[in-house]
């Protein structure tokens, strides 16, 4: 008997490179940019972050003894090692991949192997020691470009233990002012479905620099977006946020606005 089946395949999905591109192409660098220091930031015992930026090149540097543990972690789209864990700040699997589909080049060099992105990628061995360094090249990033860039990402709050340096200057530790108990809304993934629930975290009250005039949200030292208030806030856990992961929606911080008042 005839058989109607014209095709089989063990995956549901394909994925379109060139549709991928165009999806991050025109997103702001400092966006992409962000989810790679993310990245270094949950890495394992790291203590020292390097990014460096010019027109056109931006590379991220971290000091991990362990580097990345899989190459799949950095060629394969939505794969993750860190789904399950509202301390950590990826969960996606997506935001390193996002920044090398927007790039004409791009590296990534690890413990163990180096994979090369170009119209395809490359992996080879690397003789590297200790931590992973990532290296794009994106020709419409202008100088006005990383000015922008540079602005947003000394807004990062790093962890206590980590230094963060931006063109090998260090950022400055920001000023605690106070810490308050709270249970808030965050993102986790549980029996392989992603989902939100309630989590015991703290929120911590930042003194604004000089010159800032107005606070952030933040995401365990990642900016995300302005608020009106004379201080920052910076969540210790997972937050809730869109697609491109740079608004907190007004429910959210309703309720962040509603512990800090309570406290």
């Known amino acids: 008997m005839e058989s109607n089946i014209l095709e089989t395949s063990p995956v549901r999905f394909q994925l379109s490179n060139e549709g991928w591109r165009r999806l991050n192409a025109g997103r702001k660098a400092a966006d992409l940019i962000r989810e790679a220091i993310s990245n270094t930031f949950d890495a394992e015992d790291v203590t020292e972050v390097r990014i460096w930026l010019e027109p056109g090149f931006v590379s991220i540097e971290d000091n991990s003894p362990h580097g990345i543990s899989d190459v799949t972690l950095v060629t394969t789209v939505f794969m993750t090692d860190k789904q399950d864990n509202a301390i950590k700040r990826g969960r996606k699997g997506r935001g390193l991949k996002e920044l090398i589909s927007a790039a004409e080049w791009a590296e990534v060099d690890t413990v163990g192997?180096?994979?090369?992105?170009?119209?395809?990628?490359?992996?080879?061995?690397?003789?590297?020691?200790?931590?992973?360094?990532?290296?794009?090249?994106?020709?419409?990033?202008?100088?006005?470009?990383?000015?922008?860039?540079?602005?947003?990402?000394?807004?990062?709050?790093?962890?206590?233990?980590?230094?963060?340096?931006?063109?090998?200057?260090?950022?400055?530790?920001?000023?605690?002012?106070?810490?308050?108990?709270?249970?808030?809304?965050?993102?986790?993934?549980?029996?392989?479905?992603?989902?939100?629930?309630?989590?015991?975290?703290?929120?911590?009250?930042?003194?604004?620099?000089?010159?800032?005039?107005?606070?952030?949200?933040?995401?365990?030292?990642?900016?995300?977006?302005?608020?009106?208030?004379?201080?920052?806030?910076?969540?210790?856990?997972?937050?809730?946020?869109?697609?491109?992961?740079?608004?907190?929606?007004?429910?959210?911080?309703?309720?962040?606005?509603?512990?800090?008042?309570?406290?």
């Open 113 to 263: 192997f180096k994979t090369i992105f170009t119209e395809g990628r490359t992996v080879e061995k690397s003789s590297r020691a200790n931590g992973t360094k990532v290296s794009v090249k994106v020709e419409s990033w202008d100088q006005k470009e990383i000015d922008a860039a540079i602005a947003y990402l000394t807004k990062i709050i790093p962890p206590g233990n980590t230094k963060l340096y931006i063109n090998d200057v260090l950022i400055k530790a920001r000023k605690l002012r106070n810490s308050l108990p709270a249970t808030l809304r965050t993102q986790i993934v549980k029996d392989g479905i992603q989902q939100e629930t309630y989590r015991s975290t703290a929120i911590e009250i930042i003194n604004l620099a000089k010159g800032e005039e107005r606070g952030w949200i933040y995401e365990m030292g990642i900016p995300i977006q302005q608020i009106t208030t004379r201080f920052h806030i910076n969540i210790c856990q997972r937050v809730p946020l869109n697609d491109n992961r740079d608004t907190v929606d007004q429910y959210y911080l309703g309720s962040v606005f509603g512990a800090v008042l309570h406290t």
